[in-house]
């Protein structure tokens, strides 16, 4: 009896904070880049005249960091409702497609599944397809401390930025590398797992032939919608040797 | 803008970037049977998509102009070699930060 009861207790409540330990050191390059974005972001939207508080406010809700910096601008502007609905389904449009990896995994989610897909930023997709939960932590958990630790860190950026931004007196110029490196980690722990490289050579060189073609600011919907229509017409050359 | 306008903007945008991350779900729900073609994508987007991303984080190098993306193919190179030497996530992204923080000061 007393071996049962002691035995679902801890694991009632351990695999949570099992989870938030495991979790907490994927996101750490994340909290690095978020809250350098973060404050960048908070500084240049509080430096238009907008009052501080509204740095959090769209951290919080709306929670998408190129498109808060577009944000500004919006805001500058005269208010037109139908320009921002397309400038904001135009700037996230990348996001339709990240939602497809997550079907499986969302799934079982409960309670926690709203908040996911709200949740699910570049970074946070990245570092959901890459990370590994530890056989001791509960996986929907684990997954949630990511997405969760990650908005934590940009509202902590957004409000730093906005409240101190004028304080700071550091030149912290090519910090935001770090957003760059973590992709490139992903990338590189993505490549020792599968021996089928066609993948991601595939998202390179089509991204960077409509980045030549387009230009800087608008290659990512045409290199997403090319991705989309190559990897779905040649399924055997890409599906064989991956596995996730 | 009056405060008004500024927070139903915000509210726009929030509702408009929820619609991008929201719609897979929507149009595949769980109770319905997630298509072959989807479930490969599935499998298969993460790969291409982290190759875009990067290219992302590059796309206003010039390779033309002064200093010819070297900072950045410095950061690049050291993060990859690093990270498939040790496998140490922030001796990889912080070693490979503040390399690119130095280059760019001492080539700029």
Not at chain 1, 58 to 82: H, K
Not at chain 1, 127 to 138: G, K, N, R, T
Not at chain 2, 85 to 104: A, D, E, R
Request: proline content about 5%; hydrophobic content about 50%.
């Amino acid at each position: 009896m007393t071996v049962a009861a002691e035995q679902t207790n801890p694991l009632k409540s351990k695999p949570k904070i099992e989870a938030l330990k495991a979790a907490f050191p994927y996101s750490l390059p994340v909290m690095v880049g978020y809250v350098v974005l973060g404050i960048a972001f908070g500084i240049i939207l509080t430096g238009k005249g907008f009052s501080w508080w509204l740095a959090p406010v769209m951290g919080l809700f709306i929670y998408a960091g190129s498109m808060q910096f577009v944000a500004v601008d919006l805001l500058s502007a005269v208010f037109n409702p139908f320009q921002i609905v397309i400038m904001t389904l135009t700037v996230n449009a990348r996001h339709l497609f990240y939602g497809i990896s997550m079907l499986n995994k969302f799934r079982s989610m409960g309670k926690k599944k709203p908040y996911m897909i709200f949740s699910l930023t570049d970074e946070t997709y990245s570092l959901l397809c890459s990370a590994v939960p530890p056989q001791q932590a509960d996986e929907n958990w684990f997954y949630f401390f990511i997405s969760a630790l990650n908005q934590v860190y940009w509202v902590t950026g957004c409000i730093l930025g906005a409240v101190g931004g004028s304080f700071l007196h550091y030149d912290t110029t090519g910090i935001d590398f770090a957003m760059t490196a973590l992709f490139i980690v992903i990338m590189v722990e993505q490549w020792e797992k599968t021996s089928n490289h066609l993948p991601v050579m595939t998202g390179i060189v089509i991204s960077v032939v409509n980045l030549l073609i387009f230009g800087p600011k608008n290659f990512i919907i045409p290199s997403m919608i090319v991705i989309f229509l190559i990897l779905s017409l040649f399924p055997e050359k890409f599906r064989s040797r991956i596995s996730t | 803008m009056t405060n008004t306008q500024i927070l139903l903007s915000i509210a726009i945008m929030a509702v408009c970037t929820l619609l991008t991350r929201i719609f897979p779900f929507l149009i595949l729900p769980d109770h319905k049977k997630t298509p072959v073609l989807v479930q490969y994508l599935g499998t298969v987007l993460p790969f291409a998509i982290i190759g875009m991303l990067v290219v992302y984080c590059f796309k206003n190098v010039s390779l033309l102009q002064y200093p010819f993306g070297i900072p950045e193919l410095t950061g690049f190179l050291f993060v990859v070699l690093v990270h498939r030497w040790k496998h140490h996530l922030l001796l990889s992204i912080g070693g490979g930060t503040l390399l690119y923080m130095t280059v760019i000061r001492f080539i700029l």
